[in-house]
């Protein structure tokens, strides 16, 4: 019951849907997901279980592959195709210009947040702002887009995958790529396929959970502890860095102890694990 969980979301469910689902079925509130993809979207989602979610920062940094399918012609104010059409024309592109432009998203940008998020500005989510109408300046991320490739393209839509920072939108990185083409367009379908180490093709459905252990989630250097660093290292003090590495997780009898990180010249605890419960 502590570790980490790979479900491929199905359309239609909110991120929350499938934490709750996983809560009853695991009989456990300690569940949580570390990264949120809209009702539209599919694919991976990696869950983190009971101790696990000591984990969500770090398995939340690491950077994620999509496919998006892009209806061109239509400007939404989500977008996405489930949005209000703000703009409706029939368009002409040329496949070499839109590879042109999304060969010059391989880059670090600052992407503007969509108003239909939940990004919180002066304590307020973005999306309450747009549903009562009220205008907001919208903050910018820096992310990073890269291995940007066109799949799939006709005269209506086009296809394409690409590697991403976290906190990167999708559907704003669409709506970034329609306004440099002055064409109207939003995104249709999203799938994401991979989450850091993990891919798609790993993960399960609500029906058939599979718990990866907290001591195989992360590709970290581990370290065995000898029962008088263990006594340290389970309260949590700092010890020497004499490992060489930037973060360490710790373990005893094949048991996850604690993430230390490095700090200078020691190691600091970032997590420590109830070994009672892993």
Same mark, same amino acid.
């Given at each position: 019951?502590?570790?980490?969980?790979?479900?491929?979301?199905?359309?239609?469910?909110?991120?929350?849907?499938?934490?709750?689902?996983?809560?009853?079925?695991?009989?456990?509130?300690?569940?949580?997901?570390?990264?949120?993809?809209?009702?539209?979207?599919?694919?991976?989602?990696?869950?983190?279980?009971?101790?696990?979610?000591?984990?969500?920062?770090?398995?939340?940094?690491?950077?994620?592959?999509?496919?998006?399918?892009?209806?061109?012609?239509?400007?939404?104010?989500?977008?996405?195709?489930?949005?209000?059409?703000?703009?409706?024309?029939?368009?002409?592109?040329?496949?070499?210009?839109?590879?042109?432009?999304?060969?010059?998203?391989?880059?670090?940008?600052?992407?503007?947040?969509?108003?239909?998020?939940?990004?919180?500005?002066?304590?307020?989510?973005?999306?309450?702002?747009?549903?009562?109408?009220?205008?907001?300046?919208?903050?910018?991320?820096?992310?990073?887009?890269?291995?940007?490739?066109?799949?799939?393209?006709?005269?209506?839509?086009?296809?394409?995958?690409?590697?991403?920072?976290?906190?990167?939108?999708?559907?704003?990185?669409?709506?970034?790529?329609?306004?440099?083409?002055?064409?109207?367009?939003?995104?249709?379908?999203?799938?994401?396929?991979?989450?850091?180490?993990?891919?798609?093709?790993?993960?399960? *459905? %609500?029906? &058939?959970?599979? @718990? $990866?252990?907290? +001591?195989?989630?992360? /590709?970290?250097?581990? =370290?065995?502890?000898?029962? !008088?660093?263990?006594?340290?290292?389970?309260?949590?003090?700092?010890?020497? *860095? %004499?490992? &060489?590495?930037? @973060? $360490?997780?710790? +373990?005893?009898?094949? /048991?996850?102890?604690? =993430?230390?990180?490095?700090? !200078?010249?020691?190691?600091?605890?970032?997590?420590?694990?109830?070994?009672?419960?892993?």
């Amino acid at each position: 019951m502590n570790g980490i969980i790979l479900i491929n979301k199905e359309k239609g469910m909110t991120s929350r849907d499938v934490v709750n689902m996983i809560c009853k079925k695991l009989n456990t509130n300690k569940v949580g997901h570390t990264g949120t993809l809209d009702p539209l979207a599919t694919g991976l989602m990696v869950i983190c279980v009971g101790e696990g979610l000591k984990l969500v920062e770090l398995l939340t940094n690491h950077d994620k592959d999509y496919i998006a399918k892009v209806k061109l012609g239509i400007k939404t104010d989500t977008y996405d195709i489930t949005g209000k059409i703000l703009e409706e024309k029939k368009v002409n592109l040329d496949k070499e210009d839109l590879i042109k432009v999304l060969n010059s998203f391989n880059k670090e940008y600052y992407q503007k947040v969509p108003i239909y998020s939940s990004v919180k500005v002066n304590g307020k989510k973005l999306y309450e702002y747009a549903r009562e109408g009220k205008s907001v300046t919208l903050p910018k991320h820096l992310v990073k887009i890269s291995n940007i490739k066109l799949l799939d393209f006709t005269s209506n839509s086009f296809t394409f995958n690409v590697t991403v920072s976290s906190g990167t939108y999708i559907r704003s990185l669409i709506n970034d790529i329609g306004n440099t083409l002055n064409i109207p367009m939003t995104m249709e379908e999203l799938e994401r396929t991979r989450v850091g180490d993990y891919n798609l093709k790993e993960a399960t *459905n %609500i029906d &058939n959970l599979t @718990i $990866i252990p907290i +001591i195989d989630a992360l /590709n970290i250097k581990k =370290i065995e502890l000898d029962s !008088n660093l263990y006594k340290k290292v389970s309260n949590g003090s700092k010890i020497n *860095n %004499i490992y &060489n590495e930037d @973060i $360490i997780m710790f +373990i005893k009898d094949n /048991n996850p102890i604690a =993430i230390y990180k490095r700090d !200078n010249n020691i190691m600091r605890a970032y997590r420590v694990f109830n070994v009672n419960k892993t």
